[in-house]
């Protein structure tokens, strides 16, 4: 079967390097129109009935409340760590607290069910790359990096946090404003996602404990491996509005604080392989509902 949106180069570079950044994916009209929603987004927020859940990617302080374990099939608001003071008042306007908007963006806002869901072109790069024979999408999300205190986001891969087996997790990470080294652009290990394992992965705990990993390896073999991959040169991938960035689920990436007196905002969701092809188990933090299951990509004729 011919291609239809990439090159068969851009085929081979994702398949070598485990991600791939497509410039200009997105028109300046469509990437603009996901940026002025989000911004509205952050404008509709009510932060006098907000749990005050924050969001923090740090291996020992995974949110995990209910508000959280239940944004799968909603439009649901987790604040940066720096905004909110030990009385749990923020520090800064609403709009400049909010580390990310999520889970399900791209059923439940037209907008970006449009550029998710509803695109073709979107469509056409998932059979071009052939990663997965049945995906479905989920977990959409805002990522504002907000200025001075976008927080830091150690390397992981993309595996650990929507886990199925064997592993399937696909990214999809769309710049809506300019990504620059000061605030807060990606960075991969080009490669890792042949040679670093998933050592772990992201479960609910149950009985209201809220969240944690579950090692597939033991802590100390984890770091060894991690230590082993770190040795590695990572390679920033610097965007412009509208550019597309796919992300191997294996993939080691990461991206520093936001130092800057500009904001990030970039949009994001994910795909998985479906049954039978892969099994995502009742263990994930993120669950499917029966008003809400995983969006199926590409419907069967």
Known sequence: MSLEFLTQAQVDQFNNDGYLVIPGFLSPEDTNALLTRSKELLQEFNIETHPRTKFT???????????????????????????????????RPKEKAVNKIGHGLHELDPEFRRITLQN???????????????????????????QEIGGEVPPHNDSTFL?????????????????????????????????????????????????????????????????????GEWVMACCEPGDLVIIHGSVLHKSERNTSPMTRFAYTFHMIESAPYAMYDEKNWLQPTEEMPFSKVIEKN
């Not at 072109?121 to 504002?144: E, G, N, W, Y």
């Not at 990214?171 to 490669?191: M, Q």
């Open 57 to 91: 990617t740090s291996d020992d302080n995974h949110v995990g409340d209910d508000y959280f374990l239940n944004s799968g099939d909603k439009i649901r608001y987790f604040l940066e760590e720096d905004a909110v003071d030990a009385s749990g008042k923020l520090n």
């Open 163 to 231: 886990y199925t087996s064997p592993p399937s997790a696909l990214g999809f990470w769309i710049a809506l404003e300019k990504c620059t080294s000061t605030n807060g652009a990606l960075s991969f290990l080009p490669g890792s996602h042949r040679t670093a394992p998933i050592t772990k992965r992201f479960v609910r705990q149950g009985d209201g404990k809220g969240t944690g990993f579950e090692y597939l390896t033991t802590p100390e073999e984890e770091q060894k491996i991690l230590e082993k991959e770190m040795k």
């Open 120 to 146: 073709e072109h979107m469509r056409s790069v998932v059979r071009d790359l052939k990663f997965h024979k049945d995906p479905v999408a989920l977990q959409s999300m805002i990522i504002t990096k907000q």
